[in-house]
C-alpha cells in the first residue's frame, strides 16, 4: 500500500490543506470525527481520491488495563465511515487508577511512555491483539516523544518495537521528530533505534516541528520542522523506502504557503537521501536482530532473559503494570510523591507541561472561560489543576473547573460572576451542588474506584 505525501488535517487548516497541491492523503484525529458523518472538507478530500486515515490518541494500549470496548467500537466506525486502509495510535498510556490499583481512575491529557521491560511488553502485546481483533482494517501503532525515562529498562526502543512487531504482526508508524525527541531528552541514538527495528512493517512517518528549552526538547507539533528532524528522516530513508510520509501540524497554524515550503522541503530530504542499493540489506539485516538478545548486539544496552510469549497476560503482569502506571501518573497530576527511580528534575518538567497542555486544551473547548476571567484565567486553572487530577476529560474538567469557582465565590468582579454561573446552568444544572452533594459524589466516586 503506497500512501505517498499528506498533511494532518485539522479544522483550523482545512481549507489550506484542500488547496496544497501534491496532497495524497490526509490523517485526522479519530476522536474529532463524529461516528455518523464527516466534515465538509474530509468529504470533499475523499471524493477527491484522497485517502482519510483516523489516528487515535485515546486508546491508551500501553496502559495496565484491557482496551476500552466502547472506545475500539468508536474507532472501528470511523474507520468504516472513512474507508480507510488502516487506522492508527499510539505505544503509551494515557490513563491510570481505578479497579486494578483499587484507586480513583487519573487522566493525563497526554500520551505517556510505557517502560521498556518484558512485564509492559506483555501488557501491549495482549491489548493490541484485542485492537486488532476490533477493528476492521489493519492496525498501526506511533512511536511517542517522552521527556521522562523509566528505571530499569530492559530493552532499547529498536528492541521494543521488533518485539511488539515480531509477538504481534502490527504495523509501525515510525514519527521520526519523536526519535528526535528521545535523543535530546533520554540520549538515545535515533540511527541505532532504526537499525534495530524491523523497517519493512513501517506503514508510514510522521514529521513535525519542536522546541528546545533549557536543554529539554518539546515536542510541540506548533513550530516550524527543524534540521536535526530531517536528519532523522534521512537515515531512515537510507534504509527503507516508506509507503507514506505526513507533516504534522497541531498549533499555531503558519500560513498556507509555509505549510507548502515545509511539504516540498520534506520531499526533498526524501528524495536526496534515498538509497535503493541499500534498501534491500538494511530490510535483511534488520529482520535478523528481533530474536537477538541486547547483550548479543551491544554489551552497553540493556539486557535481560527472553521470558516465554503467552498468548494471555497474566493478572499479575497487569496488576505490576498499573501499580506502576498509577504512581507515575499520581506524581505528575496530583502533586504525589515520586516513584523511586525517576529524576525528580524531569518529572517537573513533564507535571508542568501536562498542567499547560490542559489549560490549553480546556480554553480550547471551552473558549467562554478565557474570556470570562480574562488575563486571570491561566494561573486560575493551573492553581485549580495542582489539586484537582483530572478523570473524566476535558469537557467535564472544565466544568469541574467552573465550578470550583463558583463554589469559591470567585471572580470577584459581581458580572464575571453571572456570566461564569450562566454558562456553568447551560452545561451543567441549576446551580452549583452544596457540599452535601459533593461528599456523596466523592463517595460514589471512592466506591466505584474499589
Avoid at 470567585?410 to 454558562?423: E, G, I, S, Y
Wanted: aromatic residues 4%.
Amino acid at each position: 500500500m503506497r500512501l505517498g505525501i499528506g498533511i494532518g488535517w485539522r479544522p483550523e487548516i482545512a481549507d489550506a490543506v484542500e488547496a496544497l497541491p501534491g496532497i495524497d492523503w490526509v490523517e485526522a484525529v479519530a476522536e474529532n470525527i463524529c461516528a455518523d458523518h464527516l466534515p465538509d472538507s474530509l468529504v470533499r478530500l475523499r471524493e477527491r481520491g484522497v485517502t482519510v486515515v483516523p489516528h487515535g490518541v485515546s486508546l491508551g494500549l500501553g496502559g495496565a488495563d484491557r482496551p476500552d470496548a466502547g472506545r475500539l467500537a468508536d474507532l472501528a466506525a470511523r474507520a468504516e465511515l472513512l474507508g480507510t486502509p488502516l487506522v492508527t495510535e499510539h505505544i503509551a498510556f494515557v490513563r491510570a487508577g481505578g479497579p486494578l490499583t483499587a484507586s480513583p481512575r487519573l487522566e493525563a491529557g497526554h500520551l505517556l511512555p510505557v517502560p521498556r521491560t518484558w512485564d509492559a511488553l506483555e501488557v501491549l502485546c495482549e491489548n493490541v491483539r484485542i485492537a486488532q481483533d476490533s477493528l476492521p482494517v489493519p492496525l498501526a501503532l506511533e512511536n511517542i516523544a517522552a521527556l521522562i525515562s523509566w528505571p530499569g529498562e530492559e530493552l532499547t526502543e529498536g528492541q521494543f518495537l521488533a518485539e511488539l512487531v515480531e509477538r504481534t504482526g502490527v504495523r509501525l508508524l515510525i514519527d521520526v521528530a519523536n526519535l528526535h525527541t528521545n535523543r535530546v531528552n533520554r540520549g538515545e541514538d535515533p540511527a541505532k533505534a532504526l537499525d534495530e527495528l524491523p523497517v519493512e512493517a513501517i506503514a508510514y512517518v510522521h514529521v513535525a516541528g519542536g522546541v528546545e528549552k533549557d536543554g529539554v526538547w518539546h515536542d510541540t507539533h506548533a513550530h516550524p520542522v527543524t534540521r536535526p528532524v530531517l536528519d532523522v528522516l534521512t537515515e531512515l530513508r537510507s534504509r527503507v523506502d516508506p509507503p507514506g510520509v505526513l507533516l504534522e501540524r497541531d498549533d499555531d497554524f503558519p500560513p498556507a504557503t509555509q505549510l507548502a515550503d515545509e511539504l516540498t522541503t520534506i520531499r526533498a530530504t526524501l528524495k536526496a537521501a534515498a538509497a535503493p542499493d541499500t534498501v534491500a540489506l538494511k530490510t535483511a539485516t534488520t529482520a535478523t536482530t528481533v530474536d537477538v538478545p541486547a547483550a548479543a548486539k551491544d554489551p552497553d544496552a540493556p539486557s535481560a532473559p527472553r521470558p516465554v510469549v503467552r498468548a494471555v497476560c497474566a493478572p499479575a503482569v497487569r496488576e505490576r503494570s498499573a501499580v506502576a502506571q498509577t504512581a507515575l501518573l499520581s506524581a505528575l497530576v496530583a502533586g504525589t510523591p515520586a516513584p523511586e527511580g525517576f529524576d525528580q528534575r524531569r518529572l517537573g518538567v513533564q507535571s508542568r507541561a501536562l498542567a499547560a497542555k490542559r489549560a490549553g486544551v480546556v480554553a480550547k473547548v471551552a473558549p467562554e472561560l478565557p474570556e470570562i476571567l480574562g488575563d486571570d484565567y491561566r494561573d486560575t486553572y493551573l492553581a485549580y489543576a495542582m489539586t484537582r487530577p483530572m478523570s473524566a476529560g476535558y469537557r467535564r474538567d472544565a466544568l469541574d473547573f467552573a465550578e470550583q469557582l463558583l463554589i469559591a465565590g470567585r471572580p470577584a468582579d459581581a458580572a464575571a460572576r453571572r456570566r461564569l454561573t450562566h454558562w456553568w446552568q447551560d452545561r451543567a444544572a441549576p446551580r452549583p451542588p452544596r457540599r452535601t452533594t459533593r461528599l456523596v459524589r466523592a463517595a460514589r466516586a471512592a466506591l466505584v474506584g474499589k
